[in-house]
């Protein structure tokens, strides 16, 4: 088959790629990559290159790129019934199968999921519930988020406030004014080295509740956080932080959304994070691993409490005015129930946990006595190793060195090893797909360790 030569000339002429540096792309000092073919972890572009990759697209191709199964599922629904809309109470054999199964996995006080398309729009749903809820509780004053600094929600007006990181807040007029943001919980980056993780959880809980006193208990209506902090440093909550924020939350009558969009449907060894880490949520936003991006679909999980809340609003008010055209698609429906199958039959999560847990101690035992590596966590199949200008100072490299993707270019350069800089910290972000072998991870690790040797020495 004859390639199309002028693809590249085109991309850079008509294509606005997201987080981007648009003007290095149009004038072709940033790669430019078409990925043609993918299987298990590896993708393949245009040119040839096979890659490992060791971040699952955006952490979310979870049960691995080129699965029949879901490609045949995906054939066969958009022959039977290509689109149909989920308003005034119509549905799909899949949407309602796959609502089913979703709550089949979910937390036991999970009532309903709504279904949207990604991540970011499951997260503006969520909000827009938090504050129905309050209008339909007679409580209009109660209608401020509370985020962590470091977390990540989306990229929307409202879940780009809720996002913690500069990156999408800078020239955007975001945060808005009904999001506040308290202390990440991300113990290597504390600000006072001498707090123990028991000490430094009481001052996430002291800032926590300092803030809630500050604006009022009566204005505050919910708090959203990743059970494990994603884009932010691949973060794992130091030991006892969940209790100790759902106490707080508890007491002031603040509803918890867990956002499982990347930790959801098995990513950390267990099916959902809440389950993972004790928490309660009352909504839970779902999306990456619900289809492993073979098609776009997010959801809204909500608990009982909220449920009867909406009942009562719709009684009272009327129909419930929110839907997009695409809720419930029954393309991406059909390619969520063959996803859920395929993990279960697969045994991808316990494979997840095996293997995950094995990526994380390689990666520790090749890399921990470098003196750049600051910091060496994970947890299931998700790793990150954090780059420090000098590690007992704990002193951190110059944004504008660029460490973390130089490691990373080297990666792909050297071993043709797809890992992530992540955004903010010169830190290198692993989530490979759910079927990734232990020869896999000796694969990347090994690719690790001659990069950050290549970069640092």
């Not at 290597?188 to 509740?209: G, I, N, P, Y």
């Amino acid at each position: 088959m004859l390639k199309n030569d002028q693809l590249d000339s085109w991309d850079r002429e008509n294509f606005f790629h997201p987080s981007t540096h648009l003007a290095q792309h149009a004038r072709g000092q940033s790669a430019s990559r078409v990925i043609s073919t993918a299987s298990g972890v590896h993708i393949e572009d245009r040119d040839g290159n096979r890659l490992l990759d060791a971040f699952a697209g955006l952490y979310c191709v979870n049960v691995g790129y080129g699965r029949p199964e879901i490609a045949e599922a995906i054939a066969a629904q958009a022959h039977e019934l290509a689109y149909y809309h989920s308003y005034a109470g119509h549905g799909t054999e899949a949407s309602i199968t796959l609502a089913k199964m979703v709550l089949d996995r979910a937390p036991a006080h999970m009532s309903k999921v709504y279904f949207g398309l990604g991540g970011s729009d499951a997260n503006e749903t969520n909000v827009k519930l938090v504050w129905y809820y309050n209008n339909v509780l007679g409580r209009p004053e109660k209608k401020k988020i509370i985020s962590r600094w470091r977390g990540y929600h989306g990229s929307g007006l409202v879940t780009g406030s809720l996002t913690g990181l500069e990156l999408f807040h800078k020239k955007f007029d975001l945060p808005l004014s009904q999001v506040l943001h308290t202390e990440a919980p991300d113990f290597f980056r504390r600000k006072d080295q001498s707090q123990t993780e028991a000490q430094f959880v009481a001052h996430c809980v002291a800032d926590l509740e300092a803030m809630i006193a500050r604006e009022g208990a009566d204005t505050i209506a919910a708090f959203i956080g990743e059970p494990l902090l994603g884009t932010g440093g691949i973060v794992p909550p130091p030991a006892g932080y969940w209790p100790a924020i759902q106490a707080v939350l508890d007491a002031h009558d603040i509803l918890l959304i867990a956002d499982e969009v990347v930790t959801g449907f098995g990513r950390l060894g267990s099916m959902f994070g809440s389950d993972h880490y004790g928490m309660k949520p009352d909504i839970m936003a779902i999306a990456k691993g619900l289809t492993s991006a073979y098609a776009p679909l997010s959801g809204s999980i909500v608990s009982d409490k909220i449920w009867s809340v909406l009942e009562k609003g719709t009684d009272e008010f009327g129909p419930f005015g929110h839907g997009w055209t695409y809720s419930a698609h029954p393309i991406g429906a059909a390619a969520g129930v063959a996803n859920l199958k395929l993990l279960d039959d697969l045994n991808l999560i316990q494979n997840a946990a095996e293997v995950g847990l094995y990526l994380n101690q390689s990666m520790t035992e090749a890399l921990s006595d470098h003196p750049q590596v600051g910091d060496i966590r994970g947890e299931g199949m998700l790793c990150a190793v954090e780059l420090v200008k000098d590690r007992d100072s704990r002193s951190f490299y110059d944004p504008a060195d660029k460490i973390g993707p130089q490691v990373v270019a080297k990666m792909l350069e050297q071993d043709k090893v797809i890992a992530r800089a992540m955004p903010q910290g010169d830190i290198l972000g692993f989530a490979p797909p759910f079927c990734l072998t232990r020869a896999d991870v000796d694969t990347v690790v090994a690719a690790t360790q001659r990069a950050v040797k290549a970069v640092l020495g």
